[in-house]
């Protein structure tokens, strides 16, 4: 809760940062301001004071504290990531609006309304549209933006769509009101109720880029910044998750068996599609792309799981960590890359083993971690979802989920190759900075531990 | 007059003017027709919304749609010199595949509206609810918490346009163009 606020505080402190003239500080006072805001986060765990605030508008239950959590310290990791990209022009705009998507994020782990959902899904997506196009002078960085903006303002079309009719079935906007609607009214909910519910799918799959509206992700992830498209598929997915399960898994559960069927079909889609496109991709960047796709279909197979209760949630939560961590290790790497060679070809990665070990090692660790292969954050991160699955009417997905693993583990191999096996071509070292150095170093260190003990976060809830 | 009262006429009368003019906006091959039959449309909704007695949202429509965002609108479709001519003619078949997937949805809205019982209303609702003092009422008291948010939102989208529109001034952009 207070958490939310002090993230506010700080987007508006930045935009004053350029009439105050302390734009020098302000990069240490926002690294400040999340530690503080993740102390409060971390002070209101547990703390019984857990009921719907503002009218029933926003409710900072420990599921949404524990994905607020996530998003914060990915936040603050990737803040490091992005030292350099605030050192041009415009720095505090953009501080403000890095630190207004982080605001809408949070309220996604908290809403408990229509209304919210509705804002805190706008409030990260408008910031990042901008960012997305905020390298004026690439036409690649204005394609994802103009792209982006388009088919976002098309999705949130479909939820307002999806709402209006809920709340023409309902009357209500209240999230818990429509939950006791379900199970109450039984045999007597209107058709386009089930629309309602079916809109607001497809508006939150477009969201997440599961696979039939999964098109404008790869062109997104590509010509956006780095630094950007490791926030897109970090923190925004992280909060588009929190509130695609918030909505199905608490909400809408009981009506599941109307839209069952409809998200399985989806997950099986986003997995074929993503990992068979993504194995031909020679840009690392639009490879990590499609993979993002294939993550997104995991993480919606725990929401297929809608019987399990806690379980369901503590699978995607510790999903969402391990990929979150592993995407900013791998990111921070092809950043580097990128920023030497001018391109993230896989071609750029020959010979890294050579020019820089440490680097080498840490990408290694970020795809075994992102492939799932044992020992690594990922690994245990599919093992959980599928050991929910097991107990639903869906296990032929997990067959064909680990096929596509399978089809996963060569296209992350292929960056493990060029690193170790192909002769490098200038034989440079490679350097980086400190503060670089310290954030692999933590991130890898946290994607093993992650792996060796999974149980402090996969048992947190229930 | 056929046993429908006034209110009952007008809702007719403007829904069948509401579609045709929506129909025209698809219609028409000039984009500034084509804009201003939209602004008709517009109008037609905002007659509905007097219908249902909701004078503040009536206006809003008209100050806001029709208004400010169809003028400017207009302003970017005289801007570009957009005209009948410059509108690419499609292929045939595109026009025909367009067709038949047109065809197929409007097929299965038909048979989802068939098969869709009568429409009850849950709450009648407040019939003075739309008037200015009550929508106030309902958003300082009930609303509040969205109405602030929603000030974050519009300010992102303010610094998001003007980041967007400013000019460059810095010499280093090349150097960090690919990243």
């Known amino acids: ?462 | 007059m056929l046993g429908l009262t006034i209110t009952q006429w007008l809702f007719g009368i403007l829904s069948f003017l509401a579609i045709m003019f929506a129909l025209m906006v698809v219609f028409t091959r000039n984009p500034v027709n084509s804009v201003l039959y939209l602004v008709l449309t517009f109008f037609c909704i905002a007659g509905h919304y007097l219908l249902l007695n909701a004078q503040f949202l009536a206006v809003v429509h008209i100050v806001v749609y029709a208004g400010a965002i169809m003028v400017l609108f207009l302003f970017i479709i005289m801007l570009m010199n957009l005209n009948a001519d410059t509108e690419p003619r499609k292929h045939i078949v595109t026009r025909l595949i367009a067709g038949v997937i047109g065809g197929m949805l409007l097929i299965v809205m038909v048979g989802a509206l068939k098969g869709a019982e009568q429409l009850t209303i849950v709450r009648a609702g407040a019939s003075q609810i739309g008037l200015v003092k009550n929508l106030g009422q309902v958003l300082f008291h009930e609303f509040l918490f969205p109405f602030e948010v929603a000030s974050i939102l519009l300010l992102a989208a303010l610094v998001g346009a003007i980041m967007i529109g400013k000019r460059d001034t810095n010499t280093n952009d090349k150097k960090v163009i690919n990243n």
């Open chain 1, 1 to 462: 809760m207070k958490g939310l606020f002090i993230i506010s505080g700080l987007g508006i402190l930045a935009m004053l940062a350029e009439i105050f003239k302390f734009k020098k500080i302000l990069y240490p006072l926002v690294l400040l301001g999340i530690i503080a805001a993740y102390g409060c986060n971390f002070m209101e765990w547990n703390n019984n004071m857990s009921v719907p605030m503002f009218g029933k508008m926003i409710h900072f239950d420990n599921v949404a504290l524990a994905f607020s959590g996530v998003i914060l310290a990915t936040a603050f990791f990737w803040f490091i990531l992005a030292n350099d990209y605030f050192e041009h022009d415009h720095i505090t705009d953009h501080f403000a609006l890095v630190l207004f998507a982080l605001v809408g994020a949070l309220m996604l782990t908290s809403f408990s309304n229509m209304t919210t959902l509705f804002l805190g899904i706008e409030i990260l997506s408008i910031p990042m549209y901008v960012l997305a196009a905020s390298r004026k002078r690439d036409l690649a960085s204005n394609e994802a933006g103009f792209k982006y903006l388009i088919m976002g303002s098309f999705a949130s079309g479909f939820l307002l769509f999806g709402i209006a009719l809920i709340y023409g079935a309902t009357g209500t906007f209240d999230l818990m009101a429509i939950r006791s609607y379900i199970s109450q009214a039984n045999g007597s909910i209107p058709v386009f109720f089930y629309a309602g519910i079916l809109m607001m799918l497809v508006a939150m799959c477009f969201k997440v880029s599961a696979a039939p509206f999964h098109f404008w992700a790869p062109d997104v992830y590509e010509g956006s910044p780095t630094v950007i498209t490791a926030l897109m598929s970090t923190i925004v997915k992280t909060a588009a998750f929190a509130a695609f399960m918030h909505l199905f898994l608490v909400v809408f559960g009981k009506a599941g068996e109307s839209w069952s069927m409809v998200l399985a079909v989806i997950v099986a889609l986003s997995l074929v599609v993503s990992n068979i496109t993504a194995a031909s991709q020679n840009s690392v960047k639009r490879m990590l792309a499609y993979s993002s796709i294939s993550h997104a279909a995991f993480m919606l197979m725990a929401i297929l799981a809608n019987n399990r209760g806690f379980a369901s949630v503590n699978a995607i939560l510790y999903y969402s960590l391990a990929y979150s961590i592993g995407s900013i290790s791998a990111f921070t790497v092809v950043y580097n890359v990128s920023k030497e060679d001018g391109n993230s070809n896989i071609e750029a990665f020959n010979g890294l083993g050579k020019r820089n070990p440490f680097v080498a090692g840490c990408m290694v660790i970020a795809m075994l971690s992102l492939a799932g292969i044992p020992v690594t954050a990922g690994f245990f991160a599919k093992y959980f979802i599928f050991t929910l699955m097991i107990g639903t009417g869906f296990k032929w997905l997990i067959i064909l989920a680990i096929l596509t693993s399978a089809v996963g583990v060569y296209y992350y191999f292929k960056v493990i190759i060029a690193m170790y096996f192909k002769p490098v071509r200038e034989g440079q070292k490679m350097v980086l900075e400190t503060s670089h150095v310290i954030l692999l170093a933590i991130t890898t260190l946290l994607t093993l531990a992650l792996g060796i003990v999974p149980k402090y976060i996969i048992e947190i809830f229930g």
